[in-house]
């Protein structure tokens, strides 16, 4: 109702300004998400919220996983989100080691097939995967061949994979010595995450690009916090990634993308505090 009463008032109105204050950020972030499935041309300004979007906790994932020798839970985030973008049955057939190949220890270019189900953190030892391998470890599974639909799929996933599992271990061999915002600038330079979160915009409408829009923002906002993040005299990327965790339990991060994309008119949406001094 609400989304209707604005849409009529912009076209009633055109040249009006027109804005929402609400009582907290969690209500102003709620209103700006509904005007803008709406296809309205709204905005939240200030608040907080970055490390809550999706673009921004796949790299803190990421760097959960860098930094974790067991943390399961971020390799999920970092195969299945838009770095890696791993199908179900993909992860399903990392999981259980169809396909799959491990690195060994002692010999560079030595990879060994798991005997039992793996923890997805063992990936981290550097690893390799076939499509065709896991395949065939679920006909046999099965004693039927996987629909067209789950073997299409893993096709896709290979690909994908074969690119991570070349990237990694020179991020993990980097890590805690390269600084963390070279990390990652070098993970966004060297992923398709960018290109994914337009491919987005572009395919699905104007909601839909005014969202990929906002995330592309919220990539540059992630990788300006990092460096003042990293800035501080003596912090290890380690301790710079528990200070990004802590900025994101506390509450306490930069806002989400507050920027008027539209270059003209849009709705404001933002709290009665901030409002003040605005005309």
Do not use: Y
Not at 69 to 85: F, Y
Not at 135 to 160: C, F, K, N, W, Y
Request: glycine share 10%.
């Amino acid at each position: 109702a609400v989304a209707a009463h604005v849409t009529k008032l912009l076209e009633d109105h055109p040249a009006w300004t027109t804005a929402i204050l609400c009582h907290s950020w969690a209500r102003a972030t709620h209103w700006g998400r509904v005007f803008q499935s709406a296809g309205l041309p709204a905005f939240v300004q200030g608040g907080r919220g970055l490390l809550k979007t999706p673009e921004v906790q796949v790299l803190v994932q990421l760097l959960d996983a860098l930094e974790g020798e067991d943390d399961d839970i971020a390799w999920v985030g970092v195969l299945r989100g838009p770095l890696v973008g791993v199908s179900d049955a993909g992860l399903v057939c990392l999981r259980r080691g169809w396909g799959l190949e491990l690195h060994s220890a002692g010999a560079p270019d030595s990879f060994a097939a798991p005997e039992t189900r793996i923890a997805l953190s063992q990936l981290r030892r550097g690893f390799r995967w076939s499509a065709q391998a896991a395949l065939d470890a679920m006909t046999a599974e099965s004693g039927e061949a996987p629909q067209a639909a789950v073997a299409d799929a893993l096709r896709h996933d290979q690909t994908r994979l074969a690119r991570f599992a070349t990237a990694w271990p020179s991020l993990r061999d980097g890590w805690g010595v390269v600084p963390l915002a070279e990390t990652v600038r070098q993970v966004i330079d060297g992923s398709d995450l960018r290109a994914v979160l337009h491919a987005r915009g572009v395919s699905s409408g104007p909601a839909a690009a005014q969202t990929a829009a906002r995330a592309l923002i919220n990539l540059r906002a992630f990788e300006r916090l990092v460096d003042e993040v990293s800035a501080e005299a003596g912090l290890m990327a380690a301790d710079a990634v528990r200070r990004i965790r802590v900025l994101a339990e506390a509450g306490d991060d930069p806002a989400d993308g507050g920027v008027n994309l539209h270059g003209g008119v849009a709705i404001t949406v933002t709290t009665v505090h901030q409002a003040k001094g605005l005309e």
